[in-house]
């Protein structure tokens, strides 16, 4: 009995110790991100301990769902509190043990690393590490709401928009405007420079060259189109951000917005169609452009796009519309003004081939520079941007070759660069790709000609030998005629007809022999020159060596392996790649971004690839990457900044391309897998369902994702019937992350086709489109939403009659949500984008008449018309071009836009320019602009342009503009503008 008594006594001894201290320990569980929940947040904790002694306890973390009940749960490590209060710190708490309660959700737990879509009560727990009684709880009410990401329709990715409709040929490199009626050949309107003129650098003429579509619009009146965000109640008013930045030098579309300025910027956008608006600075000429839009609830970031790059051409601002003069090559450097006006007068428009066989010649050492510098100055900022009103940019690209191999150091200076942005200042070593493919081109092209001439040679010696057979057939035949001229008649008609008929049969013999070895030689031809298309086996020894060099770049480098592991980003490090045979090697690092408060941790990455194969042609690369950023590279303002924490990256992916029957027909496949930590300094992480050699190789975080990603892709290019058909699809995981392309879309299953045909010589063209893709692919979103979209697009360019172009591209977006009186989720939203341009050239004598009509419509409807929104336009376009190098031009356009419970506008413009050449160098234009918004604002101004080449190596390029801006109602964003543009390249 006794002894009972004591144990009872100490029993009630240890419940009363356990109750003070729980009446002593205090929990306050720190309020999470707006609309998301990762289960490292549960332990964003501030514990209070106000009993004299420590306490060793452990905490236990439970989300509960208002519908599902309990999803997930998670134990830590035991730990010790000590008297006063104490933030707990991830790393002091592991490992953590986590428990997916609801096996529905255990996908969504694994890859997406939170909650799905929902309301949840999430409750933390203080336990005794002895008694695992409750010392203290906290509890809150937590919305999560997971949003498919904003998708961009137009501008199209690395398009082209343009006041003409144009091509380009890549033999010359000549831009051309449609096809007129008096030749098969069109307008030659620009000779694209090797060498910088203007606004023009070598890295826009390459977009240029390598666009994906040419939009035709005026720039000024450029529509902004987007998919919102999936699934937004009706009740969550959305808005949004967009974003311009331009791009400069080497810049990638996202390195551009990472580190430039704003050329224009907007966060008070309510619809997903906004037109650039009167009162912002125009686009510039021969400029590229990033863009992106952000979505927004209550002001809290739900959403953000990828990044899209589009450049800007306007043919009359510069003076470029075809006369009957045509128009100079600015790429004729190195020439003696005598030789070019030569050129220019003969209508040879090949000074950069004739500077192209001045650059190569061979010698041991060669020096060239490429230089650019630019300078611009404004009287005041106009709306939205945000680029300071006097900048200068500096761009050195000194190159060395060393026989024949070239290096370049690339070096770009701006003084537009901001503390609180990346840096925008670079500099580089490297191999100079861009020179070697010349020379190998130019190598190619000499073998060619060698080709061509024996080829040339073995069928003239053919022909004569085919004329001294033939002869000798005839010589055979007439000697036999003459024997039988004494034979009777009966017998002599017989001899004849039958020599007649061996004289027939020995010619067809002979012209089936020479066509059989013609059709030899013309396939020995193609054979020898199919040998040495990519040029390495007219290199030899060293020189040999240098053309498995694919980069070699030290400083600042742009790698580009797949678009889902490594692009886009910008690395201060090294980059290269070799391909030596069938063995394909690359490796890139190091420090892809700097710390700025607030904003990003200093992150360091490193990938490396091997495989076998050649990247263009068929090829199967193994990749790794690793990134990470440095925790302790800045602190972060907790109280301000929630989302922002320290990530790293390990990623492995496989690549393999089959390039079948001559590059006709292509197959690819790409599969990648991801393991990505949001927060490096959260605790780890055990768990049954992770492999044991990954945890000791990577050691994972409770804040760590692992998925995947699978695409594949078919190509078949028939030159012949000009048919080329494409069918591909994609699976993203919504926990599939890559720091090292950081834009990419995920939670996503769709698939594409395409189909392009010509038809009549090429003159006609039809480009048919399909694509379809859905999200929540493991339900971590309170519905699903399908996106679907057809893109048809028909180009009529016959010669003598006007040339058409439709294109069109509806977009479908819908969930599958229904409509109750309870749920106003559901979505069904489509926007429809017609583009139809039409024109036709005239030649009158001496003057070339161009008419150009263009129409434009894009229109949103939602399902309950909170968001709908149309701009429509229509463009008129006349200019003349004279026997003397002078052109004129005018337009007339009106733009109609309507938003629901929005602002609308009804926009008429009038332009006038006109130019002229003296003496075939001296380029000038000049026009004058007027824009109305009616009974709201106008803007009228006028430019003056020059350009010309001086002293052999220096083009100059001067603008000045005046543009004043009024508006007739508030009258509070009325300016007065005065800007000018200096740009000098210099090229030897």
């Not at 599902?68 to 035991?78: L, N």
């Not at 030899?520 to 020189?543: F, M, P, R, V, Y």
């Not at 001296?922 to 001086?950: E, H, I, P, R």
Request: proline residues 4%; aromatic residues 12%.
């Amino acid at each position: 009995m006794k002894k009972n008594f004591i144990i009872i006594l100490i029993l009630t001894g240890f419940i009363n110790l356990i109750n003070a201290q729980a009446q002593n320990i205090f929990i306050q569980l720190r309020q999470p991100p707006p609309y998301q929940f990762h289960v490292e947040d549960f332990w964003k904790v501030t514990i209070t301990n106000t009993s004299p002694s420590p306490v060793r306890v452990y905490l236990y973390g439970i989300a509960t769902s208002n519908t599902e009940g309990p999803i997930v749960d998670a134990t830590t490590a035991v730990f010790t509190v000590n008297q006063g209060v104490r933030m707990v710190k991830a790393h002091e708490i592991g490992p953590i043990d986590v428990n997916k309660r609801n096996q529905t959700y255990s996908d969504i737990v694994k890859k997406f690393g939170g909650l799905p879509s929902g309301f949840y009560q999430i409750c933390v727990y203080v336990r005794d590490a002895a008694s695992n009684q409750t010392l203290a709880v906290d509890c809150i009410d937590h919305e999560v709401q997971n949003f498919t990401e904003v998708e961009l329709l137009s501008p199209v990715n690395n398009s082209v928009i343009s006041n003409e409709y144009f091509e380009v040929d890549d033999v010359n490199s000549t831009i051309y405007t449609k096809k007129t009626n008096m030749s098969d050949n069109p307008f030659p309107v620009l000779k694209i420079p090797d060498s910088p003129f203007g606004t023009f650098d070598k890295y826009t003429i390459e977009k240029i060259k390598n666009a994906e579509e040419v939009s035709v619009g005026e720039g000024q009146f450029i529509v902004f189109n987007w998919i919102p965000p999936s699934p937004v109640p009706i009740n969550y008013r959305l808005k949004y951000k967009l974003n311009v930045v331009e791009v400069l030098a080497r810049q990638t579309a996202y390195d551009a917005m990472k580190t430039n300025p704003y050329f224009y910027t907007n966060s008070k956008i309510t619809t997903s169609t906004f037109q650039y608006p009167l009162s912002a600075s125009s686009f510039n000429t021969g400029k590229s452009y990033a863009w992106q839009v952000t979505a927004y609830v209550n002001n809290i970031q739900i959403s953000k796009s990828e990044i899209w790059e589009f450049t800007y051409l306007n043919f009359r601002s510069w003076g470029m519309e075809p006369s009957l003069k045509g128009n100079i090559s600015f790429s004729c450097l190195g020439m003696s003004p005598k030789d070019i006006l030569k050129s220019l007068r003969e209508e040879r428009l090949s000074c950069a081939s004739m500077n192209l066989m001045t650059t190569l010649k061979s010698k041991p050492f060669e020096f060239n520079m490429y230089s650019k510098t630019y300078g611009e100055f404004s009287s005041s900022r106009t709306l939205g941007n945000e680029k300071p009103r006097i900048l200068g940019n500096i761009e050195l690209v000194p190159t060395l070759k060393i026989y024949g191999v070239p290096f370049s150091m690339p070096l770009f200076l701006s003084s537009q660069g901001n503390p609180d942005k990346q840096r925008i200042n670079t500099f580089g070593l490297m191999f100079d790709k861009d020179h070697w493919r010349k020379k190998i081109e130019s190598m190619i092209n000499d073998e060619k000609d060698k080709i061509t001439k024996r080829i040339e040679d073995e069928k003239t010696k053919l022909e004569q030998r085919m004329l001294m057979e033939k002869d000798k057939i005839v010589n055979k035949f007439n000697d036999e005629k003459d024997k039988i001229k004494e034979m009777i008649e009966s017998e002599k008609a017989e001899l004849e007809q039958k020599l007649i008929q061996e004289k027939e049969n020995a010619e067809k013999k002979l012209y089936d022999e020479k066509d059989k070895l013609e059709k030899n030689l013309l396939t020995n031809k193609e054979k020898q020159i199919s040998e040495i298309k990519d040029g390495k086996k007219l290199l030899k020894g060293a020189l040999k060596w240098v053309s498995y060099i694919k980069s070699l770049e030290l400083g600042t480098t742009y790698p580009d392996y797949t678009k889902y592991t490594v692009t886009g980003i910008s690395s201060t490090g090294y980059n290269i790649e070799f391909n030596p045979g069938l063995l394909y090697l690359a490796t890139t690092g190091y420090r892809t971004q700097k710390a700025i408060p607030n904003e990003s941790f200093k992150r360091n990455l490193f990938a490396a690839r091997i495989g076998i194969g050649e990247k263009d042609l068929s090829h199967f690369i193994f990749t790794y990457m690793y990134a990470k950023d440095d925790e302790s590279s800045m602190t972060v303002d907790t109280a301000v900044i929630k989302t922002l924490t320290p990530a790293s990256n390990h990623l492995f992916g496989v690549v393999g391309k089959l390039s079948l029957f001559n590059n006709r027909l292509r197959i690819e496949a790409e599969g990648n897998a991801s393991l990505f930590t949001r927060d490096v300094t959260a605790a780890s992480m055990t768990a049954e369902d992770i492999p044991k050699f990954m945890v000791d190789m990577f050691n994972p975080k409770i804040s760590s994702n692992l998925d995947y990603m699978y695409t594949f892709k078919t190509e078949f290019d028939n030159e012949k019937s000009n048919t080329k058909v494409m069918a591909s699809m994609i699976m993203i995981g919504p926990g599939y992350y890559s720091l090292g392309a950081p834009t990419i879309r995920n939670d996503k299953l769709g698939f594409e086709v395409k189909v392009d045909q010509k038809f009549l010589e090429r003159q006609i063209s039809l480009s048919v489109n399909f694509k379809r893709s859905n999200d929540n692919l493991i339900n971590s979103k309170s519905s699903s939403t399908t996106l679907s979209s057809f893109r048809i697009n028909l180009g009529i360019n016959i010669i003598k009659y006007p040339y058409l172009r439709i294109i069109y591209m509806p977009y479908f977006q819908s969930n599958d949500k229904e409509i109750t009186t309870t749920d106003s989720n559901k979505i069904d939203n489509n926007t429809h984008i017609l583009n139809i341009i039409t024109g036709y050239t005239k030649r009158f004598r001496n003057i070339i008449s161009q008419t150009n009509l263009m129409f434009s419509l894009q229109d949103t409807r939602t399902l309950f018309g909170l968001y709908d929104a149309s701009t429509n336009s229509i463009n008129l376009t006349q200019s003349f071009g004279f026997q003397i190098p002078l052109n004129l031009s005018a337009s007339i356009g009106f733009v109609n836009s309507s938003y629901k419970g929005g602002d609308d506008s009804h926009l008429m413009n009038f332009d006038l320019n006109c130019s002229y050449t003296f003496f075939d160098i001296w380029q000038n234009s000049a026009g004058v602009t007027l824009t109305t918004d009616k009974g709201k604002n106008n803007k009228y101004g006028f430019f003056l342009n020059s350009s010309a080449l001086l002293w052999n190596i220096l083009n100059v390029d001067f603008r000045i503009e005046h543009n004043t801006y009024r508006e007739t109602v508030l009258n509070i964003g009325n300016y007065d503008e005065l800007s000018g543009r200096l740009t000098t390249g210099v090229s030897f």
